[in-house]
């Protein structure tokens, strides 16, 4: 019997050939090579933790760093290469999506079975 982490390791490779997940993994380093999006990042970052202290100190968030936060955000969401990548990503996600459904029906026709495998 295979072990199942070979099998998962198998599907792992299988996934890792498809277009959508090399297109993912090209957008993902045009966005790290984008000076501009690493810039809003990490802007974006720090105006997170300042809201996120605020509101652990039992603060509201400052109104300032609230609407800075979503221009911020306003401006990454705007960028083509970061457009690029939430598109790459939504198309791997269909993918997921069906080896999980697939996963699912597997595991519901292996639990009818009366073979039981061992680890």
């Known amino acids: ?48 933790a300042s809201l996120q202290s605020a509101v652990r100190s039992g603060r509201e968030p400052d109104k300032a760093d609230m609407e800075h936060y979503e221009a911020t955000l306003g401006k990454l969401q705007a960028s083509s290469v970061y457009q690029s990548l939430v598109a790459a990503q939504a198309n791997l996600d269909k993918i997921m999506v069906r080896v999980d459904a697939a996963i699912q029906k597997g595991m519901r026709e292996g639990a009818k079975s009366r073979i039981i495998l061992t680890s």
């Open 1 to 48: 019997m295979t072990d199942i982490s070979e099998l998962a390791e198998s599907l792992g490779r299988a996934l890792g050939r498809t277009p959508e997940y090399r297109t993912m993994t090209r957008a993902m380093q045009s966005a790290d090579d984008d000076r501009q999006i690493v810039e809003l990042r990490n802007e974006l970052k720090k105006t997170e």
